[in-house]
């Protein structure tokens, strides 16, 4: 077909350029930008760990209407179209459903996220002495980069069960009055050596010790009195003994807030936004959901950052198990095969972060197809590694379908892949899913500094990804 147009307009109707979503807002939209962003920089600091993510979703579940699963059948609740039900799983994710009209078994739209970051976790007998300091002996979570976690502000985040059954959920370091805790680090001047070395070897994971106090117990005769000292002030505030350690759950974590970035604001740094960018944005579009044709859902897993493994990520059969529950509640004429039906007959947005070009790494990505901050929200059409190796990727139908949902509802989105292709790659839980035979697609934020301490966001895209998991929701 030939065009009869100049070179100018040609090159408009031909070629494309991924747009920046700042120029794509108008009037009061800039602002509704920033306030969203308000209440994104509170969840952040709120869900540090899974477990205070899934507290916090349910949290703000529960005050927009929806009901837990089990007190629905205990109290043989009728099921009905648009009632918004949530399901617990052992307190570390959670599956939160709006019913839509149409028969479960022609399929949900389903948006799924984790809630797990990269950290470090205490080993199950930490506390040990040394040169007459306490320390805490660690093992990281995920792909962390370990010279990140050295000379850098830490709090601990965690549950204790003491022998009494007695819980106790302890956060040390986040409020001003805290103290904090650090990991040491040598002085360049005595750092020839370590300075010499692959910086994934400059830091050894059983070097990642944490400085936890240094006033000695105060009784002459005895020995290791440092160790005594912060364990009878563990037991004085919280009633721990060291035993309790062994069957506990700590998680260290960057102390402190979540902040803006930029001399514009226009960012966000802090720690867990991968994947909290995608939770917070999945949780706040499902809110907005009163009564969807397909229904609605929004799943928060755990583990992730290892491999989806155990009986709260990916890999568990929690979320097929709910939906036979509510299957079980809806259908007097229950069977597996409608669930499998329903599951197989599912759209999903694979909702997990990604890598952003950076300047200042640029040779690490391909400038054509790296997603940039600022740009809008993410589809991925594969993951994986090298040849696509643990990839979903997704299909053109699918692809054309997604990308036809954000044009009309004028969500700005971008293309994007996870580095070079014999650079690294990565994997997210969209393969898990597909696995029932859903249509599924990785779509989310963008991130610089991803898996450090501190990660750093566009508030334009957090709005956009926002926006497009919403539309999502309603006509997919």
């Known amino acids: 077909m030939s065009l009869q147009l100049d070179g100018k307009e040609l090159q408009k109707l031909l070629t494309h350029k991924w747009q920046n979503a700042w120029e794509a ?13 308000e209440g994104y920089k509170k969840f952040l600091d ?13 949290r703000i579940a529960k005050d927009n209407g929806f009901i837990p699963l089990e007190s629905i059948r205990k109290n043989s609740v009728s099921i009905v179209p648009g009632m918004k039900i949530y399901a617990d799983n052992k307190g570390k994710g959670v599956a939160l459903f709006v019913l839509g009209k149409e028969d479960l078994e022609k399929g949900m739209n389903i948006i799924g996220s984790h809630l797990d970051s990269p950290r470090l976790d205490l080993k199950q007998h930490p506390i040990y002495e040394e040169a007459e300091f306490a320390m805490l ?38 409020d001003e009055q805290d103290p904090v805790f650090f990991i040491t680090d040598l002085l360049p001047h005595l750092a020839k050596d370590q300075m010499e070395k692959k910086m994934s ?89 009163e009564l969807p044709e397909k229904t609605a859902v929004a799943l928060f897993v755990d583990k992730e950052e290892i491999g989806s493994v155990g009986n709260t990520g990916m890999e568990s059969r929690f979320f097929e198990n709910m939906i036979s529950e509510i299957y079980d509640l809806m259908d007097n004429n229950y069977s597996e095969l409608k669930v499998r039906r329903a599951l197989a007959h599912s759209n999903v947005l694979s909702a997990d972060t990604l890598a952003g070009f ?51 509802n004028k969500i700005v989105w971008q293309m994007g892949e996870l ?4 650079q690294g790659g990565g994997g997210t839980i969209a393969y898990m899913l597909a696995a029932y035979g859903m249509e599924v697609v990785d779509c989310g934020v963008s991130l610089l500094s991803v898996h450090g301490p501190y990660e750093i966001s566009s508030k334009i895209d957090i709005f956009m990804t926002y926006k497009g998991y919403q539309a999502f929701y309603n006509e997919a």
């Open 201 to 289: 070897e400059g830091i050894t994971g059983e070097g990642l010790n944490i400085l936890f106090g240094s006033i000695p117990f105060k009784d002459k005769d005895l020995s290791e009195k440092v160790k005594l000292n912060v364990l009878n002030i563990l037991h004085e505030k919280y009633g721990i003994k060291e035993i309790d350690f062994t069957t506990a759950e700590f998680e260290v974590v960057p102390a402190g807030q979540a902040r803006d970035v930029g001399i514009d604001r226009s960012m966000v740094g802090g720690y867990g936004q991968d994947d909290s960018a995608c939770a917070y944005t999945s949780l706040r579009a499902i809110l907005e959901i």
């Open 46 to 58: 709120r869900g540090k760990t899974e477990r205070e993510a899934t507290k916090e979703i349910i």
């Open 419 to 422: 580095g070079k292709v014999d």
């Open 137 to 174: 002996k660690t093992h990281y979570y995920g792909g962390v980069k370990k010279y990140q976690w050295v000379t850098l502000p830490l709090a601990l985040h965690g549950v204790v069960i003491g022998t009494d059954g007695e819980r106790h959920d302890i956060v040390i370091g986040e």
């Open 358 to 408: 950076d300047p200042n790494y640029p040779e690490v990505m391909d400038k054509l197809n790296a997603p940039f901050i600022g740009k809008g929200i993410t589809l991925v059409k594969y993951t994986g590694s090298r040849g696509k190796s643990g990839s979903n990727d997704a299909n053109a139908e699918y692809l054309n379908k997604i990308r036809t949902i954000f044009e009309k």
């Open 25 to 37: 807002i108008e009037g009061n939209e800039s602002q509704e930008v920033f306030t969203f962003n």
